[in-house]
């Protein structure tokens, strides 16, 4: 946890004590203090890996926005585990589209609608993505028709069992995924050409 007393820490810069560090391991961080520490994680030049864990910290876009562009936009792993809060990402238009393209492995749970959308636009570079997704709507689903494609993405991983999805709804998604390699699906779903498979393996990127 992140204390606001003056300590060794909040005098001497962090980079020149840990100058090679690689992997960050971050607990039990609450409200806005993740984000008043992440401040001070600048200069690292070999940091690119943020493992958080039982984070219930500020979950709005700016502070999602915050920790993936952390340490100077030098991350390329961004982790939080199931004990973390979910993320209330919301639409963006192109005048105020922010991308962080230094990430290429995130694990995050999100809230509310619009998300996906948003959530590609800011990883464009992203090579494996887990995402927990609560409340998604079907309109914001068919968004992504409008979101460039994640042309690095080989690994995806979707958890989504609050709501039910079609076949045409997972069509979506996995179009902007044209060279994944590899994909786990945990849904729920009550479409038949989903469960039973026929079609469903018609809507899946080549490589897989």
Avoid: C
Avoid at 98 to 105: G, K, L, W
Avoid at 129 to 143: F, T
């Amino acid at each position: 946890m992140f204390s606001r007393e003056p300590t060794m820490f909040s005098r001497v810069k962090l980079s020149l004590l840990f100058p090679q560090l690689h992997t960050l391991i971050l607990m039990n961080f609450v409200g806005g203090q993740l984000n008043l520490f992440l401040d001070k994680i600048t200069d690292f030049f070999h940091l690119i890996k943020l493992d958080i864990r039982s984070a219930q910290v500020d979950n709005s876009y700016d502070s999602l926005k915050a920790i993936l562009g952390a340490n100077n936009n030098r991350l390329k792993s961004v982790l939080f585990d199931n004990n973390s809060l979910e993320f209330l990402l919301t639409s963006t238009n192109d005048e105020e589209a922010v991308s962080y393209p230094n990430i290429e492995e995130l694990t995050v749970s999100l809230k509310t609608d619009k998300t996906l959308g948003s959530l590609f636009i800011l990883v464009p570079n992203i090579t494996r993505l887990y995402v927990d997704v609560d409340e998604l709507s079907s309109a914001s689903k068919r968004a992504l028709e409008n979101i460039p494609s994640l042309l690095q993405l080989k690994d995806f991983q979707l958890r989504s069992l609050d709501m039910q999805w079609s076949l045409d709804e997972i069509a979506y998604v996995l179009s902007k995924m044209p060279f994944l390699q590899r994909l786990v699906l945990d849904i729920s779903t009550e479409d038949k050409h989903v469960v039973h498979g026929e079609k469903f393996i018609q809507v899946l990127p080549l490589l897989l």
